[in-house]
């Protein structure tokens, strides 16, 4: 499914993001039972550390500060969209003794929207594309922007934390995580990225191959530059890729045949893969106020959600 941005421009801008304050070495996760992967399998891919949640933080606490800073970043009247990767960050802990289900109903959007004083404010929430949000969260937000009759504001957060007792690495594809929390503004407001679209691709199987991957990648960058009347080979081109997967994302690289290309992959030894946020963390900072310079941002989530979208960079600070 392709999404175009012609007939109304949209931007990107105010990104904001903040991990977890624990930074732990492959050696002190190992030693603390909390990877699967072996450490040296680990670092072969390039891994090196990630971040957790102390003993005094929480989800709610790790996702106020981006959220809030994007906030002052926006006009009004504004509406939030709320991503969350992992299922047991969808709602918050209850007393297992509650009973009655409407006092159940604690989801950690609206939670979040109370403890900063903007609990008037229209919000969408959703978990289920993994990974892959932050395209899923730009896809809701070109959808508020294009049916709204007055300029919008919308404000983008996603958050993740590891549950206790759970591994910070996936076993089988050897992912290592870190809880993150990130925000964005989607807006009418002439700088940072300009949107100008974006190709999705979901399938509810469990396990994809690479090189199925790979493929769909390639065919979806090209579809919609196609689609969009761009031509790669004549621009110059940032690939911005989510911290996973290296050698896979080199290839896609290599097969596109882009003269002026920069395969970005940012802080995956300092800060391992932080879900959405890498997408938000990359696009913050390579923003150089270089008009025109187009960025391709693919992101994959376990399922399979693929999504590749193509911004214009703007001449315009990006906060």
Request: net charge negative.
């Amino acid at each position: 499914m392709k999404f175009l941005f012609r007939d109304k421009p949209v931007y990107i801008y105010g990104l904001n993001y903040k991990l977890g304050s624990i930074r732990r070495d492959l050696d002190e996760l190992k030693a603390n039972n909390l990877v699967n992967s072996t450490v040296k399998s680990l670092s072969e891919l390039g891994y090196r550390y990630c971040f957790g949640l102390s003993g005094t933080e929480t989800l709610l606490t790790l996702a106020a500060a981006p959220l809030s800073s994007s906030l002052a970043c926006a006009g009004e009247p504004r509406a939030v969209i709320f991503q969350h990767g992992a299922a047991e960050s969808a709602v918050l802990p209850w007393e297992s003794s509650e009973t009655d289900i409407a006092r159940r109903n604690r989801y950690f959007g609206p939670a979040l929207m109370q403890q900063l004083n903007i609990d008037h404010v229209p919000f969408f929430c959703s978990f289920a594309t993994g990974c892959a949000g932050f395209l899923s969260l730009l896809a809701s937000a070109g959808g508020v922007l294009s049916s709204s009759d007055a300029a919008v504001d919308v404000i983008c957060a996603m958050g993740d934390c590891v549950p206790p007792g759970v591994m910070f690495d996936l076993k089988k594809e050897r992912i290592l995580g870190s809880d993150h929390s990130s925000a964005f503004v989607v807006g009418e407001d002439n700088r940072g990225y300009q949107l100008l679209g974006l190709n999705y691709y979901s399938t509810t199987r469990t396990q994809v191959p690479l090189v199925e991957v790979v493929k769909r990648t390639l065919e979806m960058i090209r579809d919609l530059a196609s689609s969009l009347g761009l031509v790669l080979s004549e621009n110059d081109v940032a690939i911005h890729y989510q911290n996973m997967f290296p050698d896979t994302w080199k290839m896609v690289t290599r097969y596109l045949n882009i003269p002026r290309v920069e395969h970005v992959m940012v802080g995956m030894s300092e800060h391992a893969h932080c879900g959405g946020s890498d997408s938000v963390i990359s696009l913050g900072q390579l923003h150089r106020c270089q008009a025109g310079r187009l960025h391709a941002v693919i992101n994959y989530g376990i399922g399979l959600h693929l999504g590749v979208s193509i911004l214009r960079e703007t001449d315009q600070a990006i906060v």
